[in-house]
C-alpha cells in the first residue's frame, strides 16, 4: 500500500479507503437481530482483506443503513491505533439533532471517538449555513472534537464546484469527500482550492459514480488498454498528488484485487497514461465533433434558471458518454436520478422539452439552436423507468 500525507490532520492516509456503502445488509436501521449470519461474516470478511493490503482507513455513514452497526462488530476488535475511522452526519437545521444522529453513529460503532467527521452533503447554500452559522452544526462538531469524541472534521459534498469552493474557503474544515474522476473533472478549481488551505482530498465513488467501472462496456475497457478502465480511472485520479485517497466500496473481498494494479504504476504513471487519455479524447471527437468536444458547456444555464427545471448541463455530459463510450447503462441510471435524487442530483429530465421554449436561456450557448433537439434525442436514449438513490431504496 502507498500512504499520502491527509493534508493538516497530518495522518497518513492509505491512497484507497475502504467505503462502507456497498457491504452493509439494509440501507434502513434495522434490529440488530435481523441482520443475516452470511451478510455480517462477508462484512468481517472485506475489512480483514481490507487491513491485509494495507487499507486502514474505513469510511462509512449515518446514513448508511446498518453498515455502522455491522462495523460495530469488527472494528472494536482491532487495535484502535492501527485504524482511521470516518463517518458522516447530514447537517440539521437544529444541531441538537445532529449531535443525537453522531452520538448514535458513535454508539453503533462501539468505539470512544472517530478519527475523522463528515458533516454529509453540504450541497447547497442553505446547508452550508446550517453548518456554519454562530450554534449551528459545525459549532457542535467542534464541541465534539473538544470532548475527544472527534479529532479531525470535514465535509461531503455532492454539490456545485462554487458552493464546494465556497465552503473550503471558510477555512473551517480539515478535509473534503468530492466527485472528480476521467468522465467529471469539473471539480478541479475546488481540489486546488483544498490544496492551497492544505486539506485531505477524499474522491467519492470513483469506481461507481465514476462510471460503473465493475461493468464497463466493451468500448470503454478497448480504449483502456492495456489497463482496465477500473485501474486508469484510480491511475488517472492519484497521478494528480492533491489527491489523497479513493474511496473503494467493496462489497466482497475479492473486491479489491483489481484496485491493486494501480500501486505497481504510482510512481511513473505517465507513460501509460497519457497513450490512454489519447485514446479517449481522439474517439469523443470521432463521434461527438472537435467543437462540440472544446465548447459544449460554454453559455449553459444553470437547472435553477431553466424552464422546467432541466439539468441540461448535466443530460449532455451524460448524452456524451453514452455516444463516445457506449456508457449506456451508465448514463441511463444517472439520468433516472435527475427528478428524483432531490439536492444529492439535483434538476430534472428533458421529457418535456419539445413544450419550452429555451431560447432565451440558450443565448449565450454556440450551440443554442441545436441544443433542444440535442436534449430530446438524450431523454430517448436515456429515458424510461426512474430509479431512487441508493439510500432511498
Not at 447503462?329 to 429530465?349: A, D, I, Q, V
Request: proline residues 6%; contains cysteine.
Amino acid at each position: 500500500m502507498k500512504y499520502r500525507r491527509f493534508g493538516r490532520t497530518e495522518l497518513e492516509m492509505p491512497v484507497f479507503s475502504c467505503g462502507g456503502m456497498r457491504y452493509q445488509h439494509k440501507w434502513q436501521d434495522v434490529p440488530e437481530d435481523e441482520i443475516p449470519e452470511e451478510n455480517q461474516r462477508n462484512l468481517e470478511a472485506t475489512i480483514k482483506r481490507s487491513l491485509e493490503v494495507g487499507i486502514n482507513h474505513i469510511e462509512t455513514a449515518r446514513g448508511y443503513g446498518t453498515s455502522e452497526m455491522q462495523l460495530g462488530k469488527v472494528l472494536p476488535k482491532i487495535p484502535r491505533e492501527k485504524l482511521i475511522v470516518q463517518t458522516k452526519v447530514s447537517p440539521k437545521e437544529d444541531p441538537k439533532e445532529f449531535r443525537l444522529q453522531f452520538n448514535q453513529s458513535l454508539n453503533f460503532l462501539q468505539l470512544d471517538y472517530v478519527d475523522l467527521l463528515g458533516l454529509h452533503g453540504i450541497n447547497t447554500d442553505e446547508i452550508l449555513d446550517y453548518c456554519i452559522r454562530p450554534g449551528g452544526c459545525l459549532d457542535e462538531a467542534r464541541k465534539l472534537q473538544e470532548q475527544g469524541k472527534v479529532r479531525f472534521i470535514g465535509f461531503s459534498t455532492h454539490g456545485p464546484t462554487d458552493v464546494i469552493k465556497k465552503t473550503i474557503e471558510t477555512d473551517c474544515f480539515d478535509y473534503v469527500n468530492l466527485h472528480w474522476y476521467y468522465i467529471n473533472q469539473a471539480n478541479w478549481p475546488a481540489i486546488e482550492a483544498a490544496k492551497k488551505h492544505d486539506m485531505g482530498v477524499f474522491i467519492i465513488s470513483p469506481s461507481d459514480k465514476g462510471g460503473k467501472l465493475y461493468e464497463p462496456p466493451e468500448k470503454l475497457v478497448e480504449l483502456c488498454q492495456p489497463l482496465s478502465p477500473m485501474v486508469f480511472n484510480n491511475l488517472f485520479c492519484l497521478s494528480h498528488p492533491e489527491v489523497h485517497t479513493l474511496s473503494l466500496g467493496a462489497a466482497r473481498p475479492t473486491d479489491f484485487d483489481e484496485h491493486l494494479k494501480t500501486l505497481s504504476l504510482l510512481d511513473d504513471p505517465q507513460p501509460i497514461l497519457k497513450p490512454i487519455i489519447t485514446r479517449l479524447e481522439e474517439e469523443a471527437i470521432k463521434i461527438l465533433g472537435e467543437n462540440w468536444v472544446q465548447t459544449w458547456k460554454q453559455g449553459l444555464p444553470k437547472h435553477q434558471e431553466t424552464p422546467g427545471n432541466i439539468n441540461i448541463k448535466t443530460i449532455l455530459w451524460l448524452r456524451n458518454l453514452a455516444l463516445a463510450y457506449d456508457m449506456i447503462e451508465y448514463s441511463k441510471m444517472r439520468y433516472s436520478l435527475l427528478g428524483n435524487g432531490g439536492h444529492w442530483f439535483p434538476g430534472k429530465k428533458a421529457e418535456n422539452v419539445n413544450e419550452l421554449d429555451l431560447s432565451k436561456y440558450l443565448v449565450n450557448s454556440p450551440h443554442r439552436e441545436k441544443i433542444p433537439n440535442l436534449l430530446a434525442e438524450a431523454d430517448s436514449l436515456l429515458g424510461g423507468q426512474s430509479v431512487q438513490r441508493l439510500s432511498q431504496s
